[in-house]
Nanobody
Framework: QVQLVESGGGLVQAGDSLRLSCTASGGTFSSTTMDWFRQAPGKEREFVATITWRDSITYYSDSVKGRFTISRDNAKNRVYLQMNSLKPEDTAVYYC?????????????????WGKGTLVTVSS
């Protein structure tokens, strides 16, 4: 069983950058596809980015493509989300998630592990 803990959230201004980290423990992180999801106030949780475990292939939602970068360090059991050019609409709780499935994983129902989330607030 993999446990996930996010960190790095905070309050920033529009246009700023922020890097989120997710540290995994208790399982085989290196063979787990890792994702970031987010949930804005009053909205459903949505997919942000995913990275495969073997080749670090990535995929992004259209809303963050070109601004956010997901990466992973299997030696440190960590996955990161570098967020640049932040907008007020990026305000949300960001969740790290892991899937035992192969390849890119985009769906909430395919996630096997979840962190408790970290809040990102972008002021205008």
């Amino acid at each position: 069983q993999v446990q996930l803990v996010e960190s790095g959230g905070g309050l920033v201004q529009a246009g700023d950058s922020l890097r989120l980290s997710c540290t995994a423990s208790g399982g085989t992180f290196s063979s787990t596809t890792m994702d970031w999801f987010r949930q804005a106030p009053g909205k459903e949780r949505e997919f942000v980015a995913t990275i495969t475990w073997r080749d670090s292939i990535t995929y992004y939602s259209d809303s963050v493509k070109g601004r956010f970068t997901i990466s992973r360090d299997n030696a440190k059991n960590r996955v990161y989300l570098q967020m640049n050019s932040l907008k007020p609409e990026d305000t949300a709780v960001y969740y790290c998630a892991g899937s035992r499935g192969r390849g890119l994983q985009l769906l909430i129902r395919d996630m096997d592990y979840w962190g408790k989330g970290t809040l990102v607030t972008v002021s205008s």
